[in-house]
């Protein structure tokens, strides 16, 4: 069934349009919750609270993509399960990968808090759209949907010492990219009010998005 169809049922309130979303994204919403969550139980859990959290969502909310919407609100669930966890009940590959993004994210939240606020987010999103197809979805396979290496050396037709160089050059890329971002921000909010700081960068993000192809974005 196409995504429209899906979203039509939710404004009609059938419970049906709950049975179609679970058959065409289920599989793809246990594998990001169990990437993170590292025990089925616990992704199973989000998953289910993730279906219901869309059903509650939608009306009023009619989002321009059903994948990514429900995939986002998956993830979300996920992380605050993941810090809920005790120690010895946490995924350590994806431990990992969150320790691979902390140089990148220089502050002194954690990396999910970072990834989740929304300034942060858009700046990634820039960041992405700037990169090429392949650069793209070598990130957003590692650091959205927490694939491990070996599985994007295998979706990718890559070696595996060929992917860690690529994210590890990607990892510096997007340093600098934020660093220079950091840096203008700061700058910036030299010459002018709290307001018109914000208004300025919300100009340049809207100017960025204009300036860029189409491609993957985090949310």
Known sequence: ???????????????RAIRELERKYGGLCRS??????????????????????????????????????????????????????TAQKRNRQYDVILEELSDCLDSGRSVEEEILARELAEELNAFLKALDSRDRILFVQRYWYCLSIPEIAENLRMTRNAVRVRLHRLRER??????????????????????????????????????????????
């Not at 069934?1 to 419970?15: H, Y």
């Not at 220079?180 to 307001?195: C, F, H, I, L, M």
Request: net charge neutral; glycine share 6%; aromatic share 6%.
């Open 32 to 85: 990001i919750a169990g990437k993170i969550l590292n025990d089925r139980e616990d992704a199973e859990e989000c998953v289910n609270d993730a279906l219901l959290a869309v059903w509650n969502a939608i009306p009023p909310n009619r989002p321009d993509m059903l994948q990514p919407y429900l995939c986002r609100i998956v993830r979300n669930l996920s992380l605050k399960k993941y810090h809920s966890n």
């Open 174 to 219: 997007l340093k600098q990219y934020l660093d220079q971002k950091e840096a203008y921000g700061r700058e910036s909010e030299k010459n002018g009010t709290p307001a018109e700081c914000r208004k300025r960068r919300q100009e340049r993000r809207a100017d960025e998005h204009q300036g860029t192809g189409s491609g993957g974005q985090l949310h």
């Open 1 to 15: 069934m196409e995504d429209g169809q899906i979203i039509q049922l939710f404004f009609e309130r059938s419970e």
